[in-house]
Structure formats: structure tokens, C-alpha cells
């Protein structure tokens, strides 16, 4: 069985976030018998975001969760530093982690400068990754960097290598959609890309169909509440400002209710959404921005949520079998899928 494709707009070249022109994804991935952990670093485009920034927007759906940063960019709609993901208990390490590094092209920082508003969001990968070795420092930021390609590995890697969905390996996943807007003379894209963490097998939903009923008539289902999260981050280049892209956001959570989630108390459920087409150059004055008007905005609502559920399914076709701390494990789905009678 293949990853069905989700929805009926076609996906980019890649299928990936990275379809979305100037926007790059690296990995750092922790794999040493307890620890498995890791950073997963989402860069919008490759000049100074902290000169030049990028409207963005954030949606809390369910607020479990240990994020920094996001309290800024909800007062000021703009993104300045590139987006990492990683470990609960690592948000502080990538934190100064972000703030070194826009120092080092932005030496005034904090002196006749602003201050920077770094970004980390994070998933609690501790039943697979010993969270209380501290495993990931500042150094891993840097060596996700440094590997930044619009090749995007999806799967039990960087942050997601100790995720869990649906009681299954979860991780890293990534998708996207072309849509055309209006008359049609203008087609934009729209990328996804996922930390999953969360799910009780038994709700899980591939394409409209209720395969975690199957896979726990055939295996063990954890009876234990969920404790997970997801991480939802869009890019698009259509040129929106951040209270469309607040909207945009939004959307992300239909994509996620239809695999099975209904948010549950103990899950993160975040989503942000940035968009390339116009930078904000610091110290500007005016900004002169053009922007889609609000009633063409569906097309990229339906791909909103295409995406977002197409990147949780890659992450579950993608994502390999993994043994962490204490012997747990959590099987791929692929090997699940194996025990289903013919």
C-alpha cells in the first residue's frame, strides 16, 4: 500500500514545503540508543530575515504546548529568524541557539538595534528519547543549518526522530498543492510541513478510511490518554498579509481533524503560516504590499488542509521502526499494514 494523494489539486515538483521558492529545510538528528532526538530547521528564504522579514501568523488550536516566540509574532505578524523545531525540553538550548546566530549577521541586536524574537517550536518525544539527558544543544541548530537544502527527508529525522502518531512512529512530513486563484490566471503554491506527534491508533484515518479501527483489531492499541502534539507550519507565495495568513493558519486544523485528531487535552496543536511574496524591509516606513482580496482566498483554504493532511500521511508512510530509551519502541505503519489479512 502507497500514500494515497489527498484531495484534488496536484502537488508541487517535490511535494514539499521546499516547492515553495526560496524555503529550505535541514535536519540534526540524534541517534544513540536512549537519546533519539533531534532539530529541524524551516528557513523561509535564504537572505537576513531579521532586516528582512516575512508576514506571518499563528493559529492555537489546542494549547498544550512550550513554544517561544509566538506572542510576538501574533502582536507584530512578522516573521524574523528561521522556524526550528525540536524536544520539549531543548526549547531553551535552540532558543539562544537562534538569538547567536542572528547576531552574527546582526552584531547591533539588543544595542541600537531590537531586540530578535527567536522562533522554536517544540513536541514531547519522551517516550522514545531520554528528554532528562539534554541531549540537543546549541551546536545541533547550527549543523541543521549548515545542511539547509530544498531536499527535504521526511520520517524519523532532525526533530521528529523520537515523535510518535497514533501509536506508531511519527515524525517529520511534508506536502504541497499548486492552486489557482480567482479567473485562473494566477496559481500560487502552497507547502506543509509537520512535527506529528500525536493520535490514538484507534481514530486514525487514512483518505476516508477508518484504518486504525483495522490495525487495533490485529495488535496492541494504547489505552493510555494522549499525550502528543503536532507542529503545523505553512508557506505560500501568494501575497498575504498576516491577518489573512492568521486565517490561512487556521485552515491547517481541518487537515487535521480529518486523520483522526480532535485536539486532545493533552496535545500541542499549533500551526503557523508565513508567506514569500513580499519581504518587509526593517526601518521602512510604508509598506506598499498588494494582496489577494479575501473572497479568492478558498482555493488556498481547500490546499490548507489538503497539505497539512497529506504531510501526516507521508510522515506515517515515510517514518521507519525505532527502539528508544527503556525498550520502548514504536513500529513504522508499514509493518503494521504488514498484519492486516489480505
Avoid at 527503556?326 to 498484519?339: F, K, M, S, T
Wanted: proline share 4%; aromatic share 4%.
Amino acid at each position: 500500500m502507497d500514500a494515497p494523494h489527498i484531495g484534488r489539486f496536484a502537488a508541487g515538483p517535490r511535494n514539499s514545503i521546499a516547492d515553495v521558492d526560496g524555503v529550505t529545510v535541514g535536519h540534526c538528528t540524534l541517534d544513540n540508543g536512549p537519546v533519539q532526538t533531534g532539530v529541524t530547521v524551516v528557513s523561509p528564504h535564504g537572505g537576513n530575515l531579521f532586516t528582512h522579514k516575512l508576514p506571518a501568523a499563528a493559529a492555537v488550536i489546542n494549547g498544550f504546548g512550550k513554544s517561544a516566540g509566538l506572542v510576538q509574532l501574533e502582536e507584530l505578524g512578522t516573521l524574523e529568524t528561521p522556524i526550528a523545531l525540536t524536544n520539549t525540553f531543548a526549547v531553551g538550548a535552540i532558543v539562544t541557539a537562534q538569538i547567536r546566530h542572528a547576531l552574527q549577521a546582526n552584531p547591533e541586536i539588543g544595542r541600537s538595534q531590537p531586540t530578535v524574537n527567536p522562533l522554536v517550536m517544540e513536541c514531547n518525544d519522551g517516550y522514545l528519547n531520554d528528554l532528562h539527558a539534554f541531549a540537543v544543544q546549541e551546536s545541533h541548530f547550527g549543523q541543521a543549518l549548515a545542511v539547509l537544502s530544498s531536499d527535504v527527508p521526511q520520517g524519523a529525522v532532525g526533530a521528529g526522530r523520537g515523535m510518535s502518531s497514533f501509536g506508531m512512529k511519527g515524525g517529520i512530513g511534508t506536502a504541497s498543492r499548486r492552486v489557482a486563484v480567482g479567473s485562473g490566471k494566477d496559481e500560487f503554491t502552497l507547502g506543509a510541513l509537520v512535527l506529528s506527534n500525536f493520535g490514538k491508533l484507534h481514530d486514525l484515518i487514512l483518505d476516508g478510511r477508518p484504518l486504525g479501527r483495522e490495525l487495533a483489531a490485529v495488535g496492541a492499541s494504547d489505552k493510555a490518554p494522549e499525550k502528543g502534539s503536532i507542529i503545523m507550519i505553512l508557506a505560500t507565495d501568494a501575497p498575504l498579509d498576516a491577518r489573512q495568513l492568521k486565517r490561512l493558519a487556521t485552515r491547517a486544523g481541518a487537515g487535521l481533524a480529518r486523520t483522526g485528531s480532535a485536539y486532545g487535552h493533552g496535545s500541542g496543536d499549533i500551526a503557523l503560516a508565513f508567506s514569500t511574496a513580499q519581504q518587509i524591509e526593517a526601518g521602512s516606513e510604508c509598506l506598499n504590499m498588494a494582496l489577494l482580496q479575501d473572497h479568492l482566498l478558498d482555493p488556498l483554504f481547500h490546499a490548507a488542509a489538503d497539505s497539512v493532511e497529506q504531510a501526516i500521511v507521508n510522515v506515517l508512510f515515510a517514518a521507519q521502526t525505532v527502539h528508544g530509551r527503556d525498550g520502548h519502541v514504536r513500529e513504522c505503519l508499514r509493518e503494521r499494514l504488514a498484519r492486516l489479512p489480505s
